[in-house]
């Protein structure tokens, strides 16, 4: 562990390999400039030792090496194209528990657009031990079986991204989320999505669900509306990402992040296409404006259920 010393009773974590690591530190950046009177603590969480350069350290971002590389691997969890650091964010709050309170942890894809990080810190979990925002692929429909419930038929049940998650860890530790977890890992049960079904099916009934602008999760289908909503923690979620070159994301995020890759990672920074990428037809436009409002009913009915953006629903 870094020696900048503990500081708060709550903190935003992300769990990274050496790969992705700049761009959690994209993230964790975001999350100190735009909380000025920040609450919490900011952790670089992995199973192998990671320097981070002195600009992070120095803005009070922690690196904390968890050396539990040898009992994750030897529960099998299946991993598919997934890092098996990804699996560290089960062990965070068993970790941390008589350390911190609360633990934010956000996927090293998101972009913090916020100053009320400590005011979602504090929002009420509804006796729950986790609060997490629906899957995108509920938003249009809420009761839709997606991913793992679809296989087993479950049906009008949420479904929660694992991307954002909000976790009282005393709980989480009292509650043995953990093992009840492993233990369904040892049933051998496959699962389509892996660490985030493993979550939603044994912890079905004690998840909270959260505003879906705290883990906005970008659809390439109604970018618009990732444009007017002004989300709090925006997610690039899927195999699409905005430091690959394509014209998934706008400009202005992928200059944004090419700048902060060519001043601390230059060896990682891809320069943005030219603007004229991204001209399209007359005839696109239209049918992009058709089919986003042909949505705003859909949207309008997800978010309408919450009476604030730090509402909880249970």
Not at 30 to 59: E, G, K, M, Y
Not at 74 to 100: M, S
Not at 155 to 166: A, D, E, F, T
Not at 281 to 304: C, E, Q, S, V
Request: glycine fraction near 2%.
């Amino acid at each position: 562990m870094s020696r900048s010393p503990i500081r708060h009773r709550n903190a935003i974590t992300y769990c990274v390999d050496q790969n992705v690591l700049p761009y959690a530190l994209y993230s964790a950046e975001q999350a100190i400039l735009c909380t000025p009177n920040r609450d919490f603590d900011v952790l670089i969480c992995s199973l192998d030792r990671l320097d981070i350069p002195q600009h992070f350290a120095d803005l009070g971002i922690r690196s904390v090496h968890i050396d539990l590389q040898s009992e994750i691997a030897a529960e099998n969890l299946p991993l598919g194209w997934l890092p098996i650091t990804t699996y560290l964010r089960l062990w965070l709050p068993r970790y941390f528990h008589a350390t911190y309170d609360r633990i934010l942890y956000l996927d090293a894809d998101t972009m913090i657009q916020t100053d009320r990080l400590c005011a979602l810190f504090k929002c009420d979990l509804n006796d729950c031990v986790i609060a997490s925002a629906r899957d995108v692929q509920q938003w249009k429909n809420l009761n839709k079986p997606i991913h793992d419930y679809e296989k087993r038929q479950i049906r009008h049940q949420k479904y929660l991204n694992s991307g954002v998650q909000l976790i009282d860890c005393a709980r989480y530790v009292d509650d043995r989320c953990l093992e009840r977890m492993l233990e369904a890992n040892q049933r051998g049960e496959h699962l389509l999505q892996h660490d985030q079904s493993l979550v939603n099916l044994v912890l079905m009934d004690e998840i909270a669900e959260l505003h879906p602008t705290w883990n906005w999760q970008w659809s390439s289908n109604y970018p618009l509306f990732s444009v007017f909503a002004q989300p709090q923690i925006l997610h690039f979620c899927g195999f699409s990402k905005p430091w690959d070159t394509n014209t998934v994301y706008p400009r202005a995020l992928s200059v944004s992040l090419y700048l902060f890759l060519a001043r601390h990672f230059p060896d990682q920074a891809i320069s943005p296409l030219e603007p004229s990428a991204y001209d399209t037809t007359w005839r696109a436009r239209i049918t992009a404006l058709i089919h986003h409002a042909l949505g705003l009913r859909a949207l309008h009915k997800l978010t309408k259920r919450f009476e604030t953006d730090l509402t909880t629903l249970k």
